[in-house]
């Protein structure tokens, strides 16, 4: 079997840009290991598919360098994908944030997505799994389940090690080493972290409860919510700054993000000194998250009996309380993976290998990572566009 491009791996880069060549003229085959298409397109955004983001900026991006994402992003902008969104009448809402989503279920995004490659003419074939690759004088001769393929171009769409039970696989890691490339280290991202010291009992004790808040990792804070867990916590802001952490990185949250808890209790204490600290902070908090941390933050005491130290101490606790996750919930449930096939060998127009002619590399398995809110699905777009208009 002979194809001009063949594409390894249909999720969402994968599909875009096997659309995307064939509509060029190309004759494109799209293989991929698993029995459907596009799993984390019907599982994203809550079974909604966020799908972009009306705010894509390249400092919404991880990498190793960060001007990288910038030449696809600005040639395939979010304008252009709800552009193919509404050519096909889907509906679709912000929910905040700028962050789209589906009115309906996430599968109208993957229908989309296979209407566009069937009338493209790409050819695609799942349950395909590759055991060989070799480069050859005219591209690549590739020994699968469906045969041998010789391909003019390949490309790598495998994604990242999150979540193996919807095909993830370190695949496309393996290919780009094999053709010489360097990898950064790879690491769950967008993930819940899990407590190991005392922490565990009372955020477990608090499970399926949730606070706004500001979780930060050194100078980089996310506001939004924190959701209690078995395990830990979860939840937008711990999902979003689980990004920037290391292991053995201090969590900071605070749990009064619009108020400087010092001024705030210096001042009460004159005008309320009987009240609770208790009965103040229910404002602001659930009666059971109130509850919760009075076991931790002693809100029992009257404001009356508090000195300046203990006002600094307590304010200090509600406003950067100090955390030390022991990890995180790992590839088992990340929504991407940080690291990957190191960009600086891939060029940012065209995202062709810079060691190996015609070989590119699209969406996760690139060492780019976009925040939550839709930027992940972008640069999965954006560098499939790029890609297959080059090739
Ligand atoms: P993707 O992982 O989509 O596709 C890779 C394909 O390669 C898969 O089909 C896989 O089977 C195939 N493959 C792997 N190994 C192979 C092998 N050895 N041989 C052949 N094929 C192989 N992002 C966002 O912007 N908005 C959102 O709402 C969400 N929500 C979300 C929820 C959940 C639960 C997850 C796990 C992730 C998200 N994401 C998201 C992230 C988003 O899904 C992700 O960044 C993109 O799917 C990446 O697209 P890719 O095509 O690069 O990889």
């Known amino acids: 079997m002979h194809c001009d491009v063949l594409v390894i791996g249909a999720g969402a880069a994968g599909l875009m840009t096997a659309i995307t060549a064939a509509n060029f003229g190309h004759k494109v085959l799209l293989v991929d290991h698993a ?21 894509v900026e390249p400092d919404r991006f991880l990498s190793q360098n960060p001007h990288f994402c910038k030449s696809a992003l600005s040639r395939y902008t979010q304008w252009d994908f709800i552009q193919l969104v509404d050519k096909h009448g889907i509906g679709y809402h912000e929910k905040e944030l700028g962050q789209l989503f589906c009115d309906g279920k996430a599968k109208a995004i993957l229908e989309m997505l296979l209407d566009e490659l069937a009338s493209a003419g790409a050819q695609l074939h799942m349950n395909c799994s590759i055991s060989q690759i070799l480069a050859s004088e005219n591209g690549y001769q590739v020994n699968s389940t469906l045969g041998k393929i010789s391909a003019n171009k390949l490309v790598v769409a495998t994604g990242g090690l999150s979540i193996p039970t919807l095909g993830a696989t370190g695949f496309g890691y393996e290919i780009a080493e094999k053709f010489g490339h360097t990898l950064q280290p790879t690491r769950a991202g967008l993930v819940p972290f899990t407590f190991s010291d005392q922490h ?21 804070s996310f506001r939004g919510g924190v959701l209690f867990t078995h395990r830990g916590l979860s939840g937008p802001a711990i999902l979003q700054i689980s990004s920037y952490w290391e292991a053995g990185d201090v969590l900071t949250l605070n749990l009064l993000p619009d108020i400087d808890a010092a001024q705030w209790l210096t001042s009460l204490r004159t005008e309320a000194p009987k009240k609770q600290l208790k009965t103040l902070l229910v404002n602001h908090w659930t009666k059971a998250i109130t509850e919760a941390f009075d076991g931790i933050f002693d809100l029992s005491r009257t404001l009356a009996t508090l000195s300046n130290e203990d006002i600094n101490q307590l304010a200090k ?27 600086d060998e891939v060029s940012s127009k065209s995202l062709e290998s810079k060691h190996q002619p015609g070989l590119y590399f699209v969406g996760e398995v690139l060492d780019v990572t976009g925040h939550l809110g839709g930027f992940n699905f972008q640069w999965a777009w954006a560098s499939a566009v790029a890609c297959a208009t080059a090739i």
Request: proline share 4%; net charge positive.
């Open 35 to 55: 029995n459907k298409p596009g799993k984390k397109i019907l599982m994203s955004g809550g079974g909604r598919c966020n799908f972009t983001n009306y705010y």
């Open 200 to 220: 565990k009992a009372l955020f477990a004790s608090l499970s399926g409860s949730s606070i706004d808040a500001v979780a930060s990792v050194g100078d980089t």
């Open 317 to 343: 606790s509600l406003n950067e309380w100090p955390l030390r996750p022991s990890g995180t919930e790992g590839y088992r449930t990340a929504e991407v993976t940080l690291g990957g096939v190191n960009v």
